[in-house]
């Protein structure tokens, strides 16, 4: 399990068009028929035009697709997505999900809801539920491979939103979700109270003097026998973005893959103040990175400042990574955040 959910945490991934044919009588004419053809074909498209123009959209991966006019049964085929639309108040329109969205949420859904792998889900079944629109993931396409291929064939409305980069990305997400079922407003309010708090942060963060601010090496990994290197955030992720708005530095900021593989060594020798862990595989993880050999000498274990960061939280790119940058504030800078409140959901 460990992993196969670190590959798809490092893999960073990136409507089908029917056409209706008519028939005509045998007896009529060749020009008659091409006519009647024409004529209707032109009355068909501007039809279609008229009543679905408004509806033909791009999906986040920028994909145009066209969006049903109601949305009365959805899937969820990502746990940050499920999050997003539990908060919209549509959990109860979720007719089916991914495994780990219904491992964090099933008390929120309804009960025995069909659940996929979002790596391979099982696509005539998904096409069998008749849902009015599938959300997927670019983690789903993260080997390359379009794993709901046939549920687009089968003219479902399949929205993709690919991996977010930074916590701009995650906003638009959930506005484009909100759009896509009928919940703007809600949608809108969600991210208006996310920007408050991240605004709220940054000013706090301005008021931090230099010489008080602290190196962090954000780990979602700990280095062991199977696995003898670190996971981090690089720049060009949220988490790192988030490190940085809160005042302070990512040890691994300069490193040019978003998800590097750090040594043992290599992270050593950054010797950063404080080490955030967002490891849910590891026992005791805490201790664990106290005790590493070779580690004694860097400035965050002989500070013990070390902290677990609920990885859920943290790893699912929706407006609930404000409350992982709060908690992450308030372990590098207790002092400046220890008052701070986040905004409470509008939705």
Same mark, same amino acid.
């Given at each position: 399990?460990?992993?196969?959910?670190?590959?798809?945490?490092?893999?960073?991934?990136?409507?089908?068009?029917?056409?209706?044919?008519?028939?005509?009588?045998? %007896?009529?004419?060749?020009?008659?028929?091409?006519?009647?053809?024409?004529?209707?074909?032109?009355?068909?498209?501007?039809?279609?035009?008229?009543?679905? =123009?408004?509806?033909?959209?791009?999906?986040?991966?920028?994909? $145009?697709?066209?969006?049903?006019?109601?949305?009365?049964?959805?899937?969820?085929?990502?746990?940050?997505?499920?999050?997003?639309?539990?908060?919209? !108040?549509?959990? %109860?329109?979720?007719?089916?999900?991914?495994?780990?969205?219904?491992?964090?949420?099933? &008390?929120?859904?309804?009960?025995?809801?069909?659940?996929?792998?979002?790596?391979?889900?099982?696509?005539?079944?998904?096409?069998?539920?008749?849902? &009015?629109?599938?959300?997927?993931?670019?983690?789903?396409?993260?080997?390359? $491979?379009?794993?709901?291929?046939?549920?687009?064939?089968?003219?479902?409305?399949?929205?993709?939103?690919?991996?977010?980069?930074?916590?701009?990305?995650?906003?638009?997400?959930?506005?484009?979700? /909100?759009?896509?079922?009928?919940?703007?407003? $809600?949608?809108?309010?969600?991210?208006?109270?996310?920007?408050?708090?991240?605004?709220?942060?940054?000013?706090?963060?301005? =008021?931090?003097?230099?010489?008080?601010?602290?190196?962090?090496?954000?780990?979602?990994?700990?280095?062991? /026998? %199977?696995?003898?290197?670190?996971?981090?955030?690089?720049?060009?992720?949220?988490?790192?973005?988030?490190? =940085?708005?809160? /005042?302070? =530095?990512?040890?691994? !900021?300069?490193?040019?893959?978003?998800?590097?593989?750090?040594?043992?060594?290599?992270?050593?020798?950054? &010797?950063?103040?404080?080490?955030?862990?967002?490891?849910?595989?590891?026992?005791?993880?805490?201790?664990?990175?106290?005790?590493?050999?070779?580690?004694?000498?860097?400035?965050?274990?002989?500070?013990?400042?070390?902290?677990?960061? &609920?990885?859920?939280?943290?790893?699912?790119?929706?407006?609930?990574?404000?409350?992982?940058?709060?908690?992450?504030?308030?372990?590098?800078?207790?002092?400046?955040?220890?008052?701070?409140?986040? $905004?409470?959901?509008?939705?």
């Amino acid at each position: 399990m460990k992993k196969k959910f670190l590959s798809m945490v490092m893999a960073v991934a990136m409507m089908s068009c029917f056409a209706c044919g008519c028939g005509a009588n045998e %007896d009529q004419s060749v020009a008659t028929q091409e006519a009647s053809v024409e004529a209707s074909s032109e009355v068909v498209e501007a039809a279609t035009t008229q009543e679905s =123009t408004s509806d033909v959209v791009t999906d986040r991966s920028g994909n $145009e697709i066209t969006l049903p006019t109601e949305v009365n049964s959805i899937i969820s085929m990502a746990p940050s997505t499920t999050q997003i639309l539990i908060d919209l !108040g549509l959990a %109860d329109k979720i007719v089916a999900c991914d495994t780990y969205s219904y491992a964090s949420y099933a &008390d929120s859904l309804n009960a025995d809801i069909p659940q996929f792998d979002m790596m391979t889900p099982d696509q005539e079944q998904i096409v069998a539920l008749n849902a &009015d629109i599938v959300f997927t993931t670019g983690m789903s396409a993260s080997h390359g $491979e379009d794993v709901f291929a046939s549920v687009k064939e089968a003219g479902v409305c399949v929205f993709d939103i690919p991996s977010s980069a930074s916590l701009a990305d995650i906003q638009d997400d959930i506005v484009a979700i /909100g759009n896509a079922v009928g919940k703007a407003t $809600e949608a809108q309010a969600i991210v208006d109270d996310m920007v408050a708090d991240i605004e709220a942060i940054k000013t706090i963060a301005a =008021t931090i003097p230099e010489d008080e601010k602290k190196t962090v090496l954000f780990e979602l990994f700990t280095p062991s /026998g %199977d696995s003898p290197v670190i996971y981090t955030c690089g720049a060009n992720t949220y988490i790192d973005e988030m490190i =940085t708005l809160v /005042g302070a =530095t990512n040890v691994a !900021g300069q490193e040019a893959d978003q998800w590097p593989a750090l040594t043992e060594e290599a992270a050593v020798a950054m &010797d950063p103040q404080v080490i955030l862990t967002a490891d849910m595989y590891t026992d005791d993880v805490i201790n664990v990175l106290l005790t590493m050999k070779g580690w004694e000498n860097v400035a965050a274990v002989k500070d013990q400042a070390i902290y677990q960061i &609920d990885g859920d939280t943290v790893n699912r790119p929706n407006h609930h990574v404000v409350d992982a940058m709060i908690e992450i504030a308030k372990d590098i800078y207790p002092e400046y955040y220890a008052d701070f409140d986040a $905004e409470q959901p509008a939705a």
